[in-house]
């Protein structure tokens, strides 16, 4: 075990919903703690650039512009192995297959919709971290 650092958004489903600080609770209850935190509105081209990786697939338009529709929170999460412990809480991508008291099964509205993100390896959390956060905004 050591101690990581993730990167984590609250989607737009979930800022307009006023869930901000029910994610957060279940984030630190889970033992993550929110070491960087900022409320942005993203642009299309910025949301095409963060899922780039993403861009053959039949729903990356749907994806992007609603990533880019209304607020989100784009975090730096930090605690024990970190990474696994956020998809932990944050359930499966698809709410419906998500386990009871994740954040998508409480929250998410359907797989597009899903409430969070976050990263799915170490080596991406360093990538997605720099792709939003500069040094001097994360103080731990
Ligand atoms: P996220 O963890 O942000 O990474 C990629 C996102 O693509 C994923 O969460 C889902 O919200 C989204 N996604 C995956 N599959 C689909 C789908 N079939 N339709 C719409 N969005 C999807």
Same mark, same amino acid.
């Given at each position: 075990? =050591?101690? &990581? *650092?993730? $990167? ?12 901000? +600080? ?6 630190? +209850? #889970? ?7 900022k409320r942005?509105?993203? =642009?299309?081209? !910025?949301?095409?650039? %963060?899922?780039?990786?993403? !861009? &053959?697939?039949? %729903? %990356?338009? @749907?994806?992007?512009? $609603?990533?880019?529709?209304?607020p /989100?929170v /784009? ?9 696994? !412990?956020? *998809? &932990? ?11 009871? +008291?994740?954040? *998508?099964? @409480? ?5 597009? @919709? ?8 170490? @080596?991406?959390?360093?990538? &997605?971290? #720099?792709? $939003? $956060? ?5 103080? +731990?």
């Amino acid at each position: 075990m =050591s101690i &990581e *650092r993730t $990167f984590s958004i609250i989607k737009p489903d979930a800022t307009r919903r006023n869930l901000t +600080g029910a994610i957060n609770a279940m984030l630190e +209850g #889970a033992g993550l703690r929110i070491i960087a935190q900022k409320r942005i509105h993203m =642009s299309l081209e !910025k949301a095409q650039g %963060f899922y780039a990786v993403h !861009k &053959e697939r039949p %729903f %990356f338009g @749907e994806l992007t512009e $609603f990533m880019s529709s209304e607020p /989100v929170v /784009v975090q730096v999460l930090e605690g024990e192995d970190a990474v696994v !412990k956020n *998809r &932990e809480v944050m359930g499966a991508t698809n709410p419906e297959e998500a386990t009871e +008291g994740t954040i *998508r099964k @409480e929250h998410a509205l359907n797989i597009g @919709e899903n409430s969070v993100h976050g990263s799915d390896s170490l @080596e991406n959390a360093g990538i &997605e971290i #720099a792709y $939003f $956060f500069n040094d001097d905004e994360i103080v +731990g």
